[in-house]
């Protein structure tokens, strides 16, 4: 796939992530378009996006309504300051997520990517502790194989070797659950595996290690998507779920890649009937088409920072982009897009309904 009308050194200025540049700059493999469920070379090619780019463009590239409605927004409010101030479009955008939230998950933290929702997640968490006089709980247990983005949080609590061999353990007192794959009694197994829900129980293990009064939150993946599509045993998470509230840690369920209707549902703790202290959340908000993520929250996480003078700043966190008015548009148009195609309604079928049919698929 050659690049058109491209001088040879222009090729030299972009590092390109998770990728070997210097073979990639040999042969460049480039797209010039995007419609549907096709991407356009520069030659005018159509290339199948199987993967729906990466997990984010759940409803087809250059959709009508979010595109009109990113083009009117850049001609209206191309920009507000998240702190301090708001536009009325960001409000109406966090009540419908919260509304498609299980639970109380009422109130939304936004950011820019996948990896910020969880360095955010795990700021609220030892945030929601401290301010409840309970600052002794630092430590933050993930998963061996998890995939929660590239921050410095998200490679602590993340469990992908060759994400973390290079830097190292960026949080102290990180620890891990074991992956809930195994291929010998897994293989060719077909849905959510029959074994594997005990694998839950190592957090009494690692309570018992490190004492509940030490530990933060525990984050997953609800269903794995990085390290393969790893759907969870059977039972596993509401394991997972009744151990963390009998300690009094929180349960944050990292949606990045399954949330908005991967799996049939808004947010697939719905499917699994689990209502996690936090969700984050990506790609399929705004259909990919403008960077947007963000954390759900419970209302008594919420709470516990709405304490003291009404005039001072609760929580000392956000970002510049936070619920940018562009991606305000893009995901109110997305989430409408979804509601009027019943997209949501055709991957529950498709999935079969209750229980998830995806077969186990693994990289070593």
């Known amino acids: 796939m050659a690049p058109l009308d491209m001088k040879p050194n222009e090729l030299e200025s972009y590092w390109l992530p998770f990728t070997p540049n210097r073979a990639f700059k040999q042969r460049p493999r480039l797209f010039a378009g995007a419609k549907d469920m096709h991407f356009l070379t520069p030659d005018g090619r159509k290339v199948i996006d199987g993967s729906s780019g990466l997990f984010c463009v759940n409803a087809g590239h250059t959709r009508d309504p979010i595109v009109k409605a990113i083009q009117e927004a850049a001609a209206t409010l191309d920009f507000a300051p998240p702190f301090q101030y708001g536009h009325p479009q ?3 955008l966090s009540s419908q997520l919260a509304l498609m939230a299980p639970g109380d998950l009422d109130h939304v933290l936004y950011a820019n990517s996948g990896s910020e929702a969880v360095d955010t997640a795990l700021k609220v968490a030892l945030a929601y502790h401290r301010s409840r006089g309970d600052g002794s709980r630092t430590r933050f247990i993930g998963r061996e194989r998890g995939y929660h983005g590239v921050g410095f949080g998200g490679i602590s609590v993340g469990g992908m070797v060759a994400n973390r061999k290079m830097f190292g353990n960026m949080l102290a007192g990180v620890d891990h659950l074991p992956t809930t794959y195994n291929r010998a009694e897994q293989a060719f197994s077909s849905g959510e595996p029959e074994w594997g829900a005990h694998l839950a129980d190592d957090l009494e293990r690692l309570v018992g290690l490190h004492d509940a009064s030490t530990i933060a939150a525990v984050i997953v993946e609800p ?28 349960l944050i369920f990292d949606e990045v890649i399954t949330g908005f209707g991967r799996l049939g549902h808004g947010f697939v703790s719905e499917r699994y009937g689990i209502v996690p202290d936090m969700i984050t959340f990506a790609k399929g908000v705004t259909n990919g088409a403008v960077p947007m993520s ?46 009027n195609e019943g997209l949501f309604e055709r991957a529950l079928a498709i999935s079969g309904g209750a229980t998830i049919r995806v077969s186990i698929v693994t990289r070593q």
Request: with cysteine; hydrophobic share 40%; aromatic share 10%.
């Open 294 to 339: 963000g954390v759900m929250v419970r209302s008594g996480i919420y709470d516990a920072h709405m304490d003291g003078p009404q005039h001072v700043i609760e929580l000392f966190h956000g970002y510049t982009y936070s619920g940018h008015p562009l991606a305000v548009a893009a995901g109110l148009a997305t989430l409408e897009l979804y509601k």
């Open 223 to 250: 269903v794995a998507g990085s390290t393969g599509c790893l759907p969870p045993p059977k039972g596993y998470l509401k394991r997972l779920r009744e151990i963390t509230e009998k300690h009094g840690i929180l």
């Open 90 to 92: 960001l409000f109406k």
